[in-house]
């Protein structure tokens, strides 16, 4: 038998702000077991609460978020479990002037290789980015060119070519030029939590 509860202002990361919720939920508790409820099991806390408030932790906490490098409270630095891949299918030396994408939204001012990268806003690649959204490559951080199609974005390597098969990184938790879920939030103007319930169904999901 179990109590829960969700606290709607635990990532503010002030105790006072959780108060009310916590009152309620000893109340919620007391009222289940005078009802000849338990023992009874409650939680009320998530990673935000976790981190910030003992007060909120009572018998389990959730870290769900926080699983994955993400807290909410912006007090603490995580190291998340996640990393998004995908591989290259195509790469190309082009000239200065080349279009890249829907529209021609890019043009290349000099000449440079390009790779395309499988994946895209059907597997959870936010189409709105920001200039400097970029995916880690070979060690590198790669710029994102041109417009995010369904099934694709483009990559600006420079003087690197780079074989069809190399494995590009979306996000993960190394950190340097590896982008992380929140740099990928920042490029989209969201939060992180969209960028990893967004990832669609075909990506394949693997437990290392």
Do not use: C, K
Not at 33 to 42: D, E, I, T
Not at 105 to 112: N, Y
Not at 168 to 176: D, I, L, R, S
């Amino acid at each position: 038998v179990g109590v829960m509860g969700h606290l709607p202002r635990a990532d503010e990361a002030d105790p006072a702000a959780n108060a009310a919720a916590v009152l309620r939920m000893r109340h919620g508790r007391d009222a289940v077991l005078r009802a000849g409820f338990g023992p009874v099991l409650v939680h009320l806390a998530a990673t935000s609460g976790a981190l910030t408030d003992p007060a909120t932790h009572f018998d389990l906490v959730r870290v769900g978020a926080g699983l994955v490098g993400i807290d909410p409270s912006l007090t603490t630095v995580l190291t998340g479990a996640a990393r998004f891949t995908a591989a290259v299918v195509h790469s190309a030396f082009v000239p200065a002037g080349t279009a890249v994408g829907y529209g021609g939204a890019h043009v290349t001012d000099r000449a440079t290789h390009l790779a395309v990268v499988g994946v895209g806003y059907a597997d959870g690649i936010p189409r709105e980015l920001a200039r400097d959204a970029g995916v880690e490559l070979d060690g590198g951080r790669h710029p994102i060119v041109g417009r995010v199609s369904m099934d694709q974005i483009v990559i600006d390597t420079g003087a690197t070519a780079v074989p069809r098969g190399a494995v590009a990184t979306v996000f993960g938790p190394e950190g340097g030029a590896v982008p992380s879920a929140q740099d990928w939030a920042r490029w989209a103007g969201t939060i992180p939590h969209t960028i990893v319930t967004g990832i669609g169904p075909r990506v394949e999901r693997g437990i290392a």
